[in-house]
Structures are given as C-alpha cells and as structure tokens.
C-alpha cells in the first residue's frame, strides 16, 4: 500500500511540475509574441514615416488626370490652389468613411481656392456607384492604379497636401474606419494653416 501511494504522490508532483514549465513556457510565448507584435507595429511606423518623408517638401510630378465628369487637371500646373490628393478604393471603409467630411471640407474651403482630388483604383462603374451613393461633391477619377504605384501608395486611404506653390506640405496615411475624426484632427488643420 505504502508502495503505490507513494508511486500516486511521485506521480501528482512531477505532472505540477510539468504543468509548472508548460505554464512558463506558455507565458514566455505570450511575452515573445507581444514582443514581437510591439516591434512589428515599430517597424511598420517608421516605414510609414519614411514614406512620407519621402514626400514631404517636395514638388508634385507632373501628373495630369482625368474626372469621370470629363474635366482634366495637370497636378504640376494647379499654383495658387491648395489640392488634397486622396488615394481610395471602393472596399477600403476607412477611404469611405473620410467621404463625407471631404464633401464638407470641399464646401467650406472651395471659395479659398481647395481642390479635392480623389483618385480611386477602381473600374469606372465602381467609382461612380461609390460616387452616387456617397454623393461626392469633389472631383473624382478612376481606374488610377498607375497614379497610386507612381506616388507609392500601398496603405489606404493615402492623403496628399499639397501647397499653393505645388509642394507637397503633408502625407496622411490611413483614418478611421468608424468616423472621420481622422479628417478633422490631422487634415483639417493642415489646409487651414495653409489658407493663413
């Protein structure tokens, strides 16, 4: 009896100890992986500011496009307007979300010489069913995949300011996909200390 109870107690211990190192293991997992994950989202930021970095203080490339109401615009040629050049596509519910605060930023500054170009990567029919729907009161263009690899756009929505004298002034990568705050906190201010 002695033999098999102290045989049940040997037993019990060495699986708490088991059971001890797997909890420990598993927590230096969970700590690795949060590491990980910290460092990824580091990383991805500091890829984003160079991008931007990238842009910022120089003159927009001669780009000319084309709205799906036929009217043309020649990016290097637009002095004396300040243009928000926005990258979007269809799927995108951030680049959806920011539409209705660009229709209202487009409204309010438009008399001070705004421009809000929207240049969306989709087909023609998908940008104007977006259009219909959302009604979207700024200048939009379409089927632009190649305007967006040019400007090295690869996160949406994707945000140009660009000045009176045709310099890109800011690059706004990303918003929100539930409200707009991001148009009224980052961009907003931005135009308005341009129109000064």
């Not at 797997?22 to 930021?45: H, M």
């Not at 945000?159 to 918003?175: E, M, T």
Request: glycine letters at 4%.
């Amino acid at each position: 009896m002695v033999g098999f109870r102290a045989r049940v107690l040997i037993f019990i211990v060495c699986c708490s100890f088991i059971g001890c190192k797997s909890s420990s293991t598993s927590n230096n997992k969970r700590t690795n992986n949060t590491t990980k994950v910290a460092k990824g989202e580091r990383e991805f930021q500091e890829y984003l500011d160079r991008k931007k970095n990238k842009y910022v203080g120089t003159k927009i490339p001669e780009i000319v496009l084309k709205t799906l109401k036929g009217k043309t615009y020649n990016l290097s040629k637009m002095e004396g307007k300040i243009v928000l050049l926005n990258f979007w596509f269809a799927a995108c519910k951030p680049c959806i979300t920011e539409i209705s605060s660009f229709n209202e930023l487009q409204e309010k500054y438009k008399s001070k010489n705004l421009v809000i170009l929207s240049v969306g990567t989709d087909k023609k029919e998908v940008a104007q069913n977006i259009v219909d729907q959302k009604k979207m009161r700024y200048a939009v263009v379409a089927d632009r995949k190649d305007i967006a690899e040019r400007m090295d756009v690869s996160t949406y929505p994707t945000s140009f300011l660009i000045d009176q004298k045709g310099i890109i002034q800011q690059v706004f990568i990303g918003a929100s996909d539930f409200d707009a705050t991001h148009t009224y906190t980052e961009i907003k201010p931005h135009i308005e200390a341009l129109l000064k």
